[in-house]
């Protein structure tokens, strides 16, 4: 800004400078006539006025240009204005880092003035994922009785093909400010899920410690106790946290919550659900009639409703205050209540069946006991039925009730066994050898996620006198009883190909090396022929 004005001074004294030195070099000669005076005199104005009119078009340039910089300097306070409307990453962070910068949170939130980097999330676990289809929030609290956590993120993660979880992200926010819980939290979800973690389909984030208000202020209403309207609170805070960290992340965001399980096939109908609906102006779908369980939004609207939560969050439930927004929205006060129902019913499209069911007894208000369910949630496919090749099923493990091998095998039940031992096998025994190109064995399903296989391999035993001299070679690792071992059980899951090498095969088995400390179940049995 310093260069224009030097340089307007610097033409200003040249034009001076040069008008000085003409009006001095008129020839003062008392001989000579007043006519050729009069000549060069007017001679040397013409060139002056050109000069003049050089230094006048310089001056309106340098003019424009200070307009320019003025504007320009206008705008990109006004861009940084505009951009102050919730978590946003800067420069210095590392990724997945944010910062809240929306100046309106210290109206509704005073006591953030006095800690300024209480608005930043600690990221526990997670690798900046962005640019998914659908981002899944879970905020999730200490309980005093059970945690239902890693069943959720089971039920959710259980059956999601490659494609499908490179195109999510769930991000567990837990709320709470002592870091020893949110540190074990975070331990738990990497040791149940460390693929997950590692792909960056799992984040962990926490708030800080001055996040919270002085809840003891709280004015109790609406028949409420005092205990119950902090809890409220709290969970208007929680959710509009988890929303704005969100709203970069992808093009949907749900809301979830901790003690839910998820319909399978929930990720394509939701996707497909929303692409359908694109077109119209909801503000959120719903994929659940139970409080704020599956409400889908657009990302782009959530520091709107964040900041809508964030304004209102001492006076009324979450669920009232989304409630409101529709009505602020489209409600005409000078209209009857059924207008202003029909307007509020084209902001919300609702989806059914739906495909999240609340399994949570105990409330995370503590001693509160919850029984909701929702009815349109149906019953859950808790197995995959499939044509196997003819087979004498046999095995060690002991199953429950009537969920046998033999009815899994033939595709009309899942096989539930009692807690395997090292040395258990699960054995096929084939009526004929057959050429088979693979395999699948999915353990657990939607609603007993935990009862899985572990540390348990897949045999195959060749029916060829060839294939089995072929034992010797180090590709193949023997077992025993002429088994070769093609495979073994990962996060629940055995899934490979059989060489054309080791066909025809004349059984299969699995066979357990460890002790368990669960149940062990089997949803899908697949022997490809």
Request: some cysteine.
């Given at each position: 800004?310093?260069?224009?004005?030097?340089?307007?001074?610097?033409?200003?004294?040249?034009?001076?400078?040069?008008?000085?030195?003409?009006?001095?070099?008129?020839?003062?000669?008392?001989?000579?006539?007043?006519?050729?005076?009069?000549?060069?005199?007017?001679?040397?104005?013409?060139?002056?006025?050109?000069?003049?009119?050089?230094?006048?078009?310089?001056?309106?340039?340098?003019?424009?240009?200070?307009?320019?910089?003025?504007?320009?300097?206008?705008?990109?306070?006004?861009?940084?204005?505009?951009?102050?409307?919730?978590?946003?990453?800067?420069?210095?962070?590392?990724?997945?880092?944010?910062?809240?910068?929306?100046?309106?949170?210290?109206?509704?939130?005073?006591?953030?003035?006095?800690?300024?980097?209480?608005?930043?999330?600690?990221?526990?676990?997670?690798?900046?994922?962005?640019?998914?289809?659908?981002?899944?929030?879970?905020?999730?609290?200490?309980?005093?009785?059970?945690?239902?956590?890693?069943?959720?993120?089971?039920?959710?993660?259980?059956?999601?093909?490659?494609?499908?979880?490179?195109?999510?992200?769930?991000?567990?926010?837990?709320?709470?400010?002592?870091?020893?819980?949110?540190?074990?939290?975070?331990?738990?979800?990497?040791?149940?899920?460390?693929?997950?973690?590692?792909?960056?389909?799992?984040?962990?984030?926490?708030?800080?410690?001055?996040?919270?208000?002085?809840?003891?202020?709280?004015?109790?209403?609406?028949?409420?106790?005092?205990?119950?309207?902090?809890?409220?609170?709290?969970?208007?805070?929680?959710?509009?946290?988890?929303?704005?960290?969100?709203?970069?992340?992808?093009?949907?965001?749900?809301?979830?919550?901790?003690?839910?399980?998820?319909?399978?096939?929930?990720?394509?109908?939701?996707?497909?659900?929303?692409?359908?609906?694109?077109?119209?102006?909801?503000?959120?779908?719903?994929?659940?009639?139970?409080?704020?369980?599956?409400?889908?939004?657009?990302?782009?609207?959530?520091?709107?409703?964040?900041?809508?939560?964030?304004?209102?969050?001492?006076?009324?439930?979450?669920?009232?205050?989304?409630?409101?927004?529709?009505?602020?929205?489209?409600?005409?006060?000078?209209?009857?209540?059924?207008?202003?129902?029909?307007?509020?019913?084209?902001?919300?499209?609702?989806?059914?069946?739906?495909?999240?069911?609340?399994?949570?007894?105990?409330?995370?208000?503590?001693?509160?006991?919850?029984h909701l369910k929702d009815k349109d949630f149906g019953k859950q496919t808790l197995y995959k039925a499939h044509n196997n090749p003819p087979a004498e099923v046999s095995s060690t493990l002991k199953h429950y009730q009537t969920h046998s091998l033999?009815?899994?095998?033939?595709?009309?039940?899942?096989?539930?066994?009692?807690?395997?031992?090292?040395?258990?096998?699960?054995?096929?025994?084939?009526?004929?050898?057959?050429?088979?190109?693979?395999?699948?064995?999915?353990?657990?399903?939607?609603?007993?996620?935990?009862?899985?296989?572990?540390?348990?391999?897949?045999?195959?035993?060749?029916?060829?006198?060839?294939?089995?001299?072929?034992?010797?070679?180090?590709?193949?690792?023997?077992?025993?009883?002429?088994?070769?071992?093609?495979?073994?059980?990962?996060?629940?899951?055995?899934?490979?190909?059989?060489?054309?090498?080791?066909?025809?095969?004349?059984?299969?088995?699995?066979?357990?090396?460890?002790?368990?400390?669960?149940?062990?179940?089997?949803?899908?049995?697949?022997?490809?022929?």
């Amino acid at each position: 800004m310093r260069f224009y004005p030097y340089k307007l001074a610097c033409l200003l004294a040249f034009g001076c400078f040069v008008s000085v030195t003409w009006i001095k070099s008129i020839p003062s000669d008392e001989g000579s006539t007043v006519m050729p005076d009069l000549q060069i005199l007017y001679k040397r104005l013409l060139v002056a006025e050109e000069l003049g009119g050089q230094v006048s078009q310089d001056l309106s340039s340098i003019l424009e240009q200070l307009k320019n910089l003025s504007k320009t300097g206008n705008d990109t306070y006004l861009y940084s204005v505009h951009n102050r409307t919730g978590f946003k990453e800067t420069e210095k962070q590392p990724t997945g880092l944010q910062t809240f910068l929306q100046p309106n949170i210290y109206i509704f939130m005073p006591h953030l003035r006095h800690h300024p980097g209480s608005l930043v999330p600690n990221v526990v676990l997670g690798q900046g994922r962005r640019g998914v289809s659908m981002v899944l929030g879970i905020p999730t609290v200490k309980r005093d009785k059970q945690s239902y956590l890693v069943n959720t993120l089971s039920s959710l993660l259980f059956s999601l093909t490659s494609s499908q979880c490179q195109d999510l992200l769930i991000i567990v926010f837990v709320a709470e400010t002592n870091l020893d819980y949110v540190n074990g939290v975070a331990e738990t979800i990497m040791k149940n899920f460390p693929k997950e973690v590692q792909s960056g389909l799992l984040e962990v984030i926490s708030p800080s410690q001055h996040y919270y208000p002085d809840f003891a202020s709280l004015k109790e209403t609406f028949g409420d106790s005092k205990e119950r309207v902090k809890w409220r609170t709290k969970q208007n805070l929680d959710f509009s946290f988890l929303m704005l960290y969100a709203q970069d992340k992808g093009m949907f965001y749900v809301q979830l919550e901790d003690d839910v399980v998820a319909k399978s096939g929930y990720y394509d109908e939701m996707k497909a659900y929303a692409t359908n609906e694109a077109s119209k102006p909801w503000l959120y779908l719903e994929f659940s009639q139970l409080g704020f369980i599956g409400k889908m939004f657009r990302t782009r609207d959530l520091p709107m409703i964040a900041e809508f939560f964030l304004m209102f969050h001492r006076d009324k439930p979450i669920d009232w205050l989304l409630d409101h927004i529709l009505w602020v929205k489209v409600c005409n006060p000078e209209k009857n209540d059924k207008h202003c129902t029909e307007q509020k019913a084209l902001l919300k499209q609702r989806y059914k069946p739906s495909l999240f069911q609340h399994v949570g007894l105990h409330s995370s208000l503590p001693g509160k006991l919850q029984h909701l369910k929702d009815k349109d949630f149906g019953k859950q496919t808790l197995y995959k039925a499939h044509n196997n090749p003819p087979a004498e099923v046999s095995s060690t493990l002991k199953h429950y009730q009537t969920h046998s091998l033999k009815s899994a095998y033939e595709g009309r039940d899942f096989f539930w066994a009692i807690t395997p031992l090292q040395g258990d096998y699960i054995l096929f025994n084939f009526s004929q050898p057959v050429y088979t190109s693979g395999y699948l064995f999915r353990s657990g399903n939607i609603e007993t996620n935990g009862d899985k296989f572990f540390n348990t391999t897949v045999e195959v035993l060749p029916s060829s006198v060839l294939a089995r001299h072929k034992l010797a070679n180090p590709h193949y690792r023997e077992s025993g009883n002429g088994f070769i071992i093609v495979g073994e059980f990962v996060n629940g899951l055995a899934e490979g190909k059989i060489e054309a090498a080791l066909q025809p095969v004349s059984a299969l088995r699995l066979v357990v090396h460890s002790d368990s400390d669960v149940w062990a179940l089997l949803s899908e049995i697949l022997i490809k022929v």
